[in-house]
């Protein structure tokens, strides 16, 4: 059985049910309410079901309930000089925090818009060099774009680099 509790009050919306289920809510959930800062599956060993929470920012956050960044706090958190590191970072992203399987052309015109960067002219053009030039991506088949080994070094580069000492 599922349970969703909305309580806008706490800014909080609670999902309780079968554990396979409560990922994909709980992402359902952030994508309705993007403005909620924290997202987290809690287990509740007392009870037979498992919680998914949703916390919004300046609520009570739960101790160890951490939320990974956002794809445009993320982006804009890092020293980006051009559009092929661009589209590493938003692959870098999607990839690594969103674990999904590849990114595809129309998904990375979407996030360019969303992360507030200027979208390159033509973005296959922009897809293709970044994989032929500069080796930061590469295909797993037509339209199906992720991150080479390169571009994860770069990323990661540039994670370590902003982090505080």
Same mark, same amino acid.
């Given at each position: 059985?599922?349970?969703?509790?909305?309580?806008?009050?706490?800014?909080?919306?609670?999902?309780?049910? &079968?554990?396979?289920?409560?990922?994909?809510?709980?992402?359902?959930?952030?994508?309705?309410?993007?403005?909620?800062?924290?997202?987290?599956?809690?287990?509740?060993?007392?009870?037979?079901?498992?919680?998914?929470?949703?916390?919004?920012?300046?609520?009570?956050?739960? &101790?160890?309930?951490?939320?990974?960044?956002?794809?445009?706090?993320?982006?804009?958190?890092?020293?980006?000089?051009?559009?092929?590191?661009?589209?590493?970072?938003?692959?870098?992203?999607?990839?690594?925090?969103?674990?999904?399987?590849?990114?595809?052309?129309? &998904?990375?015109?979407?996030?360019?818009?969303?992360?507030?960067?200027?979208?390159?002219?033509?973005?296959?053009?922009?897809?293709?060099?970044?994989?032929?030039?500069?080796?930061?991506?590469?295909?797993?088949?037509?339209?199906?774009?992720?991150?080479?080994?390169?571009?994860?070094?770069?990323?990661?580069?540039?994670? &370590?680099?902003?982090?505080?000492?």
């Amino acid at each position: 059985m599922l349970k969703v509790t909305f309580d806008f009050a706490a800014h909080k919306i609670i999902v309780e049910g &079968e554990e396979g289920d409560l990922l994909k809510i709980a992402q359902a959930a952030k994508e309705l309410v993007p403005s909620f800062s924290e997202i987290g599956i809690i287990s509740q060993p007392a009870s037979p079901t498992v919680s998914a929470s949703v916390i919004a920012p300046h609520s009570a956050t739960q &101790e160890g309930l951490k939320r990974a960044p956002g794809i445009r706090e993320f982006a804009k958190s890092l020293p980006l000089s051009n559009n092929y590191e661009k589209i590493a970072a938003l692959i870098y992203h999607a990839t690594k925090i969103q674990n999904k399987p590849y990114v595809n052309l129309k &998904e990375l015109g979407e996030w360019f818009g969303l992360c507030g960067f200027s979208k390159p002219s033509f973005m296959p053009v922009a897809v293709s060099d970044a994989k032929r030039k500069y080796d930061y991506i590469t295909s797993k088949a037509r339209d199906q774009w992720t991150l080479s080994t390169t571009g994860e070094n770069l990323i990661l580069g540039m994670v &370590e680099k902003q982090r505080p000492v």
